[in-house]
């Protein structure tokens, strides 16, 4: 069923598990990571970035694929439908208006004010339609970006304050795809804008962090992590292994990695520890 994420990580926070963003990129992801998870009796967030939105046809599409795949499959766990990195409330806006029941701005980019002011105006136009938000504090960056940018406390408190939303993701030390290096999350702080804000927090950048660091962070307020990177590198890597000149059909050859990329959703669930707590959100 497809629902927002308000319940879905209120329960992750209160239970001390976190709840797995999987970003999509085509049909085929799309089921695979929705029937992985539902033997696994596992809520799941499927995030769709601008750019997948592109590939794919556009919000509209991602959410008649999903709608029909949930009522196809029979899938009976929560699904929330995520905007991933939402970079204007124009972005955001076209996202719920195609249905989707959850979005993130990202106006990390700007100073404190004018982040505050962006995200202001999508939380006034999510809320009267049942859509909840997540916005970023600091910066989540790459690994071509230099230094480390924590977000402070402070204005973490200062957002929550004025702009109402849902879920925060603080910058924290991790970073869009592959490491290089060891990850550098700050744990004292994590713990502290947990402890100070009381809201479910986010963690991007999950892929190349430590099983020790997830379950810290977990520990330390984190209910949402998203993965997406680990996803394309067992998918690829799987296809290059089984892949040869006699196979041609587009949908064999895509399906050559559905049980490396399923692999990494299930020992995602069950690190995360979402396995088996889908019945504990059937009243959202």
């Given at each position: 069923?497809?629902?927002?994420?308000?319940r879905?990580l209120?329960?992750a926070k209160?239970?001390?598990?976190?709840v797995?963003?999987f970003n999509?990129?085509?049909?085929?992801?799309?089921r695979?990571?929705?029937e992985?998870?539902?033997s696994n009796?596992s809520?799941v967030?499927?995030?769709?970035?601008?750019g997948?939105?592109?590939?794919m046809?556009?919000?509209?599409?991602i959410?008649?694929i999903?709608?029909?795949?949930?009522?196809?499959l029979h899938?009976?766990?929560?699904?929330?439908?995520?905007?991933?990195?939402?970079?204007s409330?124009e972005v955001c806006?076209?996202a719920?208006?195609?249905?989707?029941?959850s979005?993130?701005?990202d106006?990390?980019?700007?100073?404190?004010n004018?982040n505050?002011e962006i995200t202001?105006?999508?939380?006034?136009?999510?809320?009267?339609r049942?859509?909840?938000?997540?916005?970023?504090?600091?910066?989540v960056?790459?690994?071509m970006?230099?230094?480390?940018?924590?977000a402070?406390?402070m204005?973490?408190?200062k957002?929550?304050?004025?702009?109402?939303?849902?879920f925060?993701?603080?910058?924290?030390?991790?970073?869009h795809g592959?490491y290089?290096?060891?990850?550098k999350?700050?744990f004292?702080?994590m713990?502290?804008?947990?402890k100070?804000?009381?809201?479910?927090?986010?963690?991007?950048?999950g892929?190349?962090?430590?099983?020790?660091?997830i379950k810290?962070?977990i520990?330390?307020?984190?209910?949402?992590?998203?993965?997406?990177?680990?996803?394309?590198i067992a998918w690829?890597?799987?296809?290059k292994?089984?892949?040869?000149s006699d196979?041609?059909d587009?949908?064999?050859?895509?399906?050559?990695g559905?049980?490396?990329?399923?692999?990494?959703?299930?020992?995602k669930?069950?690190?995360?520890?979402s396995?088996?707590?889908?019945?504990?959100?059937?009243?959202?």
């Open positions: 069923m497809l629902v927002n994420m308000k879905m209120e329960s209160d239970g001390k598990y976190a797995a963003q999509i990129n085509n049909l085929e992801w799309t695979f990571i929705l992985e998870c539902q009796n809520p967030i499927l995030g769709v970035s601008e997948a939105a592109k590939y046809g556009g919000y509209k599409t959410y008649d999903v709608n029909d795949l949930i009522d196809y899938i009976t766990i929560p699904v929330a439908l995520h905007l991933d990195h939402g970079s409330f806006k076209e719920i208006d195609s249905g989707f029941t979005v993130m701005i106006a990390s980019m700007y100073e404190l004018e505050i202001k105006k999508v939380v006034s136009y999510s809320k009267d049942d859509v909840t938000v997540e916005g970023e504090i600091g910066h960056g790459s690994n970006d230099q230094g480390i940018m924590y402070e406390v204005d973490c408190v957002y929550l304050k004025e702009t109402g939303i849902d925060l993701a603080p910058a924290l030390g991790s970073v592959l290089k290096g060891e990850p999350l700050n004292d702080r713990l502290e804008i947990s100070i804000t009381n809201i479910p927090l986010v963690l991007h950048g892929t190349g962090i430590y099983d020790s660091q810290k962070s520990e330390c307020g984190i209910s949402k992590i998203n993965i997406n990177t680990e996803l394309q690829s890597n799987a296809l292994e089984k892949i040869n196979i041609y587009p949908r064999k050859i895509i399906k050559l559905e049980d490396a990329l399923k692999e990494c959703v299930r020992n669930i069950i690190l995360l520890g396995k088996g707590k889908a019945n504990t959100q059937n009243n959202i």
